[in-house]
T-cell receptor, first 114, second 117 residues
Framework: AQTVTQSQPEMSVQEAETVTLSCTYD???????LFWYKQPPSRQMILVIR??????QNATENRFSVNFQKAAKSFSLKISDSQLGDTAMYFC???????????FGKGTKLSVIP | EAGVTQFPSHSVIEKGQTVTLRCDPI?????LYWYRRVMGKEIKFLLH????????ESGMPNNRFLAERTGGTYSTLKVQPAELEDSGVYFC???????????????FGEGSRLTVL
């Protein structure tokens, strides 16, 4: 069975500062994908960033980057230059290759303070 | 292009009543998924349609839950009779093709919040 753990239920960060959200996971699969999704208040959940497990290079999307430590089964999300629009629930998720099911963590509520 | 839409956004019902949630996927997306998040818990998979066929309903909690996808377009999720533990947010998502071998991004709706009193 796969599990995803987000140990920070809530976090806050000052606007323009950097924040890191933690995620650890467990899987017996060798080929899988990791995702960070975000859901702003009363909005749709959208994909922030994805990482293929077979790639050693950490994924980056503009101000969002990940620190993927495969041996430690860790997949943290760093948000640089935080903006008010980054306020949202952030969910870490895992999908094994060849599957269509996502396994989610409990989420981290991030508040960006002006 | 319209995204995934869900209705209602919030429903409050009493234990024993029936509720039907609706999801309209992105046009042309064959795959439709239902997920549920109970307060404070993880988002859990419920089931997966490919067009009008149920591909996997292993996550459905019990037989009080019935999902349909008429003509491979919109989907409904009926809870009858509702129990207190059914409260939560029900998410619908869609994707254009099977995720085998690819990164499998899902497109989510805003969710339907169900409160059972």
């Amino acid at each position: 069975a796969q599990t995803v753990t987000q140990s920070q239920p809530e976090m806050s960060v000052q606007e323009a500062e950097t924040v890191t959200l933690s995620c650890t996971y467990d899987t017996s699969e060798s080929n899988y994908y990791l995702f960070w999704y975000k859901q702003p208040p009363s909005r749709q959940m959208i994909l922030v960033i994805r990482q293929e497990a077979y790639k050693q290079q950490n994924a980056t999307e503009n101000r969002f980057s990940v620190n993927f430590q495969k041996a430690a089964k860790s997949f943290s999300l760093k948000i640089s230059d935080s903006q008010l629009g980054d306020t949202a629930m952030y969910f870490c998720a895992l999908k094994r290759a060849g599957s269509y099911q996502l396994t989610f963590g409990k989420g981290t509520k991030l508040s960006v303070i002006p | 292009e319209a995204g995934v839409t869900q209705f209602p956004s919030h429903s409050v019902i009493e234990k024993g009543q029936t509720v039907t949630l609706r999801c309209d996927p992105i046009s042309g997306h064959d795959n439709l998924y239902w997920y549920r998040r109970v307060m404070g818990k993880e988002i859990k998979f419920l089931l997966h349609f490919v067009k009008e066929s149920k591909q996997d309903e292993s996550g459905m909690p019990n037989n009080r839950f019935l999902a349909e996808r008429t003509g491979g377009t919109y989907s409904t999720l009926k809870v009858q009779p509702a129990e207190l533990e059914d409260s939560g947010v029900y998410f619908c998502a869609s994707s254009p093709h099977r995720t085998v071998g690819n990164t499998g991004e899902l497109f989510f709706g805003e969710g339907s919040r169900l409160t059972v009193l």
